[in-house]
Structures are given as structure tokens and as C-alpha cells.
């Protein structure tokens, strides 16, 4: 035993093998995006007496391999390793769009998807079985949503949006086993149209500059008033002897068609003008300055018109409604918009003054609005909105564009309500041919009148025929204004049970919508088309020039002033007195005041 002791302690020892240093670096290893090398099978030396089956059934190793063929599998949609050339065809752009992380059009696309679908679960989870098939604020829903993707895909084409809104809400009122417009409640319909009504009273408001008015003369003043009471006045009289409307109800039609629309005309004319056609002689600033002058007209007589044709009690007070409608309105309204000369106060920052304002004359819009019709003097709303934004909007100066971007962004939101709305109103089963045929006439004669009157009222400013003849083409798109007060006459009637006057209502509505059906798709291609053939084109780079010049403004003296921006400077303007000084201020740093050569009685 002890021998085989002695023995075992006399036998040599095997030598451990040879192992590098620890701080030698790893040599020939591919890079760590190659995922041959993850799944290359990793064998130790023989001397190392560990088994190689054993080393790749390791957790690691395995951990390592399935990763690598996953990564593999999956490597073919990925976009970050598929990258795109220049000049690849349609399908190789195809498939990239198709590849995961989702980007580009199909991320914005799975975005508004996932946005819709979280909203409607919102509403399910707050109201229930009303945002379920067959509740009013699922159709309500359904019905914006179709709204806002008919107005995109029509916009693709080059024609107005809102001309798709109008589609699709008729479509889901008169296809059957889709009419998904029938379940909507008509008091949250007549209320949400006369919201938008209210936004775009509010923006004609803060859109009216008297000085501009002032400066464009009596040009403006006959063109946003000559047309439109010619026009009223025409289809108030066709319509009484064609249709058989009463007096008031045929002026009020009249004064409903008379309106032309800011949202067709204002895009395609400043196309024009950013192209150089009609800029010298000012032809779209003219006719842009007057379109919301002309809503204008047209709404506050629609507003009198209406108040006298629901008056009760004697003949003498239903003659005077009117009027005294008309000076509530704007009495409210003044009143209203000089208290927003000072509330809110100013020692607040900018955002939050901005905001408030906004608020405040939405809001006092509103009241206007559903507080008139409540206490029985629907036609003074119109007003009272209307002349409480204007009146605020002239002592806020240039302080109210930042109240204009809001509002703007308020109607992006009202108007596929509006025009859904609007459309879902026509029913096939009440139409009747006749009305549709004595309407299309009564319309065509009111516009061909329109058009003679409007080349009148530009006679005498230095225009020759071919412009005259424009600025009557442009004259002629209605939409927004047909769409929200179209109607109000119907609901006015409806709410006091009268049902002689609902079809009256009814019928005026169904003008009104083919008023927009035919004029607004019409008159936006007749202005894109006859504009670079009847006005003349001028350089733009010229004018921009000739603008900048212009806009140079001396310094007063003592007066330091800080120019716009240019390539990430401030730009500074002194008058210490004996010279004027110009020079760049860096952020951060201290004014830098250099001469500009500019010398006040000799002295430097």
C-alpha cells in the first residue's frame, strides 16, 4: 500500500497547456453586425482535453446560435439593411415602404390608425353603447373620420376638400345599409353646425383690416356689396315668381347664395400671386380683401331677413325686428370687443394673453350665437359675433395673427363637421325634381347677373377687360357661408313647429348644397385656368425687391432697434444723435456697434 503511495507520488505530471495572457487580443474575429460568426461553430484545441459537442450545447452558445438565425430570418425586412438607391423603380420603392420599423407614409399611416382606434375607445369607455354601431356619437365619429379622408383624396386632384366632406356625408345619409347619418341626433347636429358657424364668423371678424379697406378704396367697398345685393336681389325675385317662395323666404335664399367663399378663392389666388399673375395692379389682394367683406354683407342681412321672417306678434313689430335685431347685434358685439382691448392684461407672456384671447372671443362668440336664438333673436347672434371680433382685432393690431393661427387651426377641425353635416342633411326621398330643376335655374340667373355687376363695380380701377373679366370668374365659388346658415332657417323653423315652413327650409337647404356642388368644383378650376391667360405676370424676384427697399425704416434718434434675424445674427440699429450705427449681436454677447458710413452734421 505504501508502495503503491511512493509510486503514485513519483509519477509525472501532466503540464497545464499553454494558456495567452489575458490582456492579448482577440485576433480575426469578424465584426459584430457579421452573424456568420454567431452561428460558426467554435472548437477548442485538442490539448485542452474539452469536448466540442459539449462546448456548442453550452446556454450561452445556444443563446448565441438563436439569436443569429432569428436575426437571419428576419434580416430580409429590416430597412436598416436594405437600403435604397437613388434611382430604384416603383416596386423596389414598394417593398421598401413595406419594411419594419414601419416608416415614412406606412408609419404616419399606422400612427392616425392607432390615434383613431385609441380615441374610439375613449369614448366607448366614457359613454358606452352610444360610440357602439348604432349610438349617435359613433356615427357622429364615423362620419368626421370619412369626412376628413374624403376631403384628403379629393384634395389630391387639385380640388377643393371640402367638396369631398359634402360627398361623403350625402353618401352616408343615401346608401343603403350604410346610412350611418341617420343616427345622428339632429339637436347635436344643429348644435355643431352652429359652432362652426360661430369659427367662421370669428375668423371673417379678425380678417377685416380697415386700414387695408381704406387703402384699396372705393374699389373694395363696391365689389364685396354691389354683387352680392344684385345677386340677392335677382334670386329673391326668381325664386318668389319661379318656386313660389314667399318675399322674405326668397331673400333670404338670395342673401344665402349671395355669399362667396374665403376657403376656394384665398388658396388659388395666392398660387397666383406667388407666381408672379395680377401681382402689379393688385388683383388677388383686391379680391381677397373683399371675399370676407362680402360673408360679411351676406350674413348680417341673412340675420335681419331671418328675425323679421320668424317675428310674432303685430305686423308692426315683425317689420322692426329686423332692424332691431340688427342693432342689438352689433351693439353686443362693440361692447364686447372694446372689453377685450384690456382683459386680458398684458403683464402675462405672450402664450398665455394669445390663449386667453382666444378663448374669450370663441367663447363670447358662442354666447352670441346660442344666446340670441334662446331669448328669441336668432338674427342678432350672427351680428354680435361678427363686430365683437372685428372691433377686438383692430386695437390688437398685429398682436391678433397669433389669435388667427388658432382659430385657423379650430376650423381644420370644424370644417369636415361642418360639411359632413351639411351633406348628411339631403335626402334623396325628399328631394324633388322639380325643386332641383327651378333651383339650377334660379342659380344660374342670379350668377350670370353676379358676374354682370361685378365687372361694374371694378369699372374705373385702371383695369382693362381681361382682368375685369377674372376677378368675375373668382367671384363666383360658394361654400362656407351656403354651408352654415343654409340650414338655420329649417332648424329655426323645426324648433317652432311649423311644418309648412320645414319644407320651405328644406327646400332652400337643397339649393344651397347644389349651389356648393356646382360652383365651388367649377369656380376653383375656372380660376386656376383663365388666371395665367387673362392677368399679366410680372418678376416676382423684381417685386420682392422693390418690396424690400420699400420696407427700409429710418431710425429715430436715441431709438435702438433689433431687425429680423439673418444667418443666426441680430441685427442692431442705433441713433446716438450725431449717426446712425448698424451693426451684429451675437447671443451672448454685448452689442457690437460698427458705422455705416451714415454722417449727421459732419461728425464720426
Excluded at 383613431?116 to 366614457?126: E, F, N, Q, R, S
Excluded at 353618401?171 to 339637436?187: E, G, H, M, S, Y
Excluded at 407666381?275 to 373683399?290: E, F, H, M, Q, S
Excluded at 397669433?402 to 377641425?413: A, C, D, P, Q, Y
Aim: aromatic content about 6%; glycine content about 10%; some cysteine.
Amino acid at each position: 500500500m505504501a508502495d503503491d503511495k511512493s509510486k503514485s507520488s513519483t509519477m509525472p505530471t501532466r503540464d497545464p497547456p499553454d494558456r495567452p495572457p489575458k490582456d492579448k487580443p482577440k485576433q480575426n474575429r469578424p465584426p459584430k453586425h457579421d452573424y456568420a460568426y454567431c452561428i460558426t461553430t467554435v472548437e477548442a484545441p485538442p490539448s485542452q482535453g474539452v469536448s466540442n459537442t459539449k462546448l456548442n450545447k453550452s446556454p450561452k452558445s445556444r443563446k448565441k446560435q438563436c439569436y443569429a438565425r432569428c436575426s437571419a430570418m428576419v434580416r430580409p425586412c429590416m430597412a436598416r439593411h436594405n437600403p435604397i438607391w437613388d434611382d430604384a423603380t416603383c416596386w423596389e420603392q414598394f417593398k421598401y415602404g413595406l419594411m419594419c420599423p414601419p416608416h415614412g407614409h406606412l408609419a404616419k399611416c399606422v400612427m392616425l390608425l392607432l390615434m383613431t382606434l385609441l380615441l374610439w375607445g375613449v369614448l366607448w369607455a366614457i359613454t358606452g353603447d352610444e360610440a357602439l354601431p348604432g349610438g349617435n356619437l359613433f356615427s357622429l365619429y364615423v362620419l368626421i373620420i370619412c369626412c376628413v379622408l374624403g376631403g384628403y383624396v379629393v384634395g389630391l386632384i387639385h380640388l377643393p376638400p371640402l367638396l369631398g366632406m359634402l360627398m361623403v356625408g350625402f353618401a352616408l345619409r343615401n346608401i343603403p345599409k350604410i346610412d350611418i347619418a341617420n343616427d345622428i341626433d339632429r339637436t347635436w347636429s344643429s348644435a355643431l353646425r352652429s359652432m362652426a358657424l360661430v369659427v367662421i364668423l370669428v375668423q371673417a371678424g379678425l380678417g377685416l383690416d380697415a386700414q387695408a379697406l381704406k387703402r384699396l378704396s372705393i374699389v373694395c367697398v363696391r365689389l364685396c356689396c354691389m354683387p352680392c345685393i344684385a345677386e340677392a336681389c335677382t334670386v329673391g325675385i326668381v325664386a318668389h315668381f319661379i318656386l313660389g317662395f314667399p318675399w322674405l323666404w326668397g331673400f333670404m335664399l338670395g342673401f344665402v347664395l349671395g355669399a362667396v367663399t374665403p376657403a376656394v378663392i384665398v388658396p388659388t389666388l395666392m398660387s397666383l400671386q406667388e407666381r408672379g399673375y395680377g401681382v402689379t395692379k393688385g388683383v388677388p389682394t383686391l379680391v381677397i380683401a373683399a371675399a370676407s367683406a362680402d360673408d360679411v354683407v351676406a350674413i348680417s342681412a341673412f340675420g335681419v331677413i331671418l328675425g323679421a321672417t320668424f317675428a310674432k306678434g303685430n305686423i308692426v313689430f315683425s317689420i322692426l325686428k329686423g332692424p332691431l335685431e340688427l342693432l342689438m347685434g352689433v351693439s353686443f358685439g362693440c361692447i364686447c370687443g372694446v372689453v377685450l382691448w384690456f382683459i386680458p392684461s398684458k403683464d402675462q407672456t405672450p402664450t398665455q394673453v394669445t390663449m386667453q384671447r382666444f378663448l374669450l372671443v370663441f367663447g363670447g362668440g358662442l354666447f352670441a350665437v346660442f344666446g340670441s336664438s334662446s331669448a328669441g333673436f336668432p338674427g342678432a347672434g350672427a351680428l354680435g359675433a361678427l363686430s365683437m371680433a372685428f372691433v377686438a382685432g383692430q386695437k390688437w393690431n398685429k398682436e391678433k395673427e397669433s389669435v388667427e393661427r388658432l382659430v385657423g387651426i379650430l376650423w381644420k377641425i370644424f370644417e369636415p363637421v361642418l360639411f359632413g353635416l351639411i351633406g348628411a342633411e339631403v335626402a334623396i326621398e325628399d328631394l324633388d325634381p322639380k325643386t332641383i330643376g327651378l333651383g339650377l335655374a334660379t342659380l344660374g340667373i342670379g350668377l350670370m347677373v353676379r358676374v354682370g355687376v361685378s365687372i361694374l363695380a371694378v369699372t374705373g380701377a385702371k383695369l382693362n377687360w381681361k382682368e375685369k373679366i377674372f376677378i368675375a370668374i373668382a367671384w363666383l365659388p360658394k361654400a362656407t357661408v351656403q354651408a352654415a346658415i343654409g340650414s338655420i332657417a329649417r332648424d329655426t323653423a323645426a324648433a317652432m313647429g311649423k311644418d309648412d315652413l320645414v319644407l320651405l327650409g328644406n327646400q332652400l337647404l337643397t339649393i344651397a348644397v347644389l349651389s356648393i356642388l356646382i360652383t365651388a368644383p367649377l369656380g376653383a378650376i375656372a380660376i386656376v385656368l383663365t388666371g395665367p391667360r387673362l392677368l399679366e405676370k410680372s418678376d416676382v424676384q423684381e417685386l420682392k425687391c422693390e418690396n424690400d427697399d420699400d420696407d427700409v425704416e429710418e431710425v429715430e434718434e436715441g431709438e435702438e432697434r433689433y431687425l429680423e434675424p439673418e444667418d443666426g445674427e441680430m441685427q442692431v440699429r442705433r441713433n446716438t444723435g450725431d449717426i446712425e450705427m448698424s451693426g451684429k449681436k451675437m447671443p451672448g454677447e454685448h452689442t457690437n456697434l460698427l458705422t455705416d458710413g451714415k454722417e449727421k452734421d459732419g461728425n464720426v
